[in-house]
């Protein structure tokens, strides 16, 4: 309950702020700590646990299909 509620306060007091810059930014700033989390945290015991002849080439292979998938986004 504490996401949809934190959205709707979200929405109420920043709605007058809220334009497609300010959008944007905030998307990526939290597209940043996501990444961030994932190097910080995630990779870490994925090697340490999985071992990292999956892990990394399992990385690299997200980021492709990540890309892949924005570039054929962009034609729409």
């Known amino acids: 309950m504490t996401e949809p509620l934190g959205a709707v306060l979200a929405i109420l007091v920043l709605y007058?702020?809220?334009t497609?810059?300010?959008?944007?930014a905030i998307t990526a700033i939290v597209?940043?700590?996501?990444?961030?989390?994932?190097?910080?945290?995630?990779?870490?015991?994925a090697n340490r646990y999985g071992g990292e002849h999956l892990t990394?080439?399992?990385?690299?292979a997200g980021f492709l299909?990540?890309?892949?998938?924005l570039g054929l986004m962009e034609g729409l």
């Not at 497609?20 to 944007?24: F, G, Q, R």
């Not at 597209?31 to 015991?45: Q, Y």
């Not at 990394?56 to 690299?60: K, T």
């Open 16 to 18: 007058p702020f809220l």
């Open 20 to 24: 497609p810059d300010v959008l944007a």
């Open 31 to 45: 597209a940043g700590i996501m990444v961030f989390i994932c190097f910080d945290e995630l990779i870490p015991i």
């Open 56 to 60: 990394n080439p399992g990385i690299i």
């Open 65 to 69: 299909v990540m890309m892949i998938g």
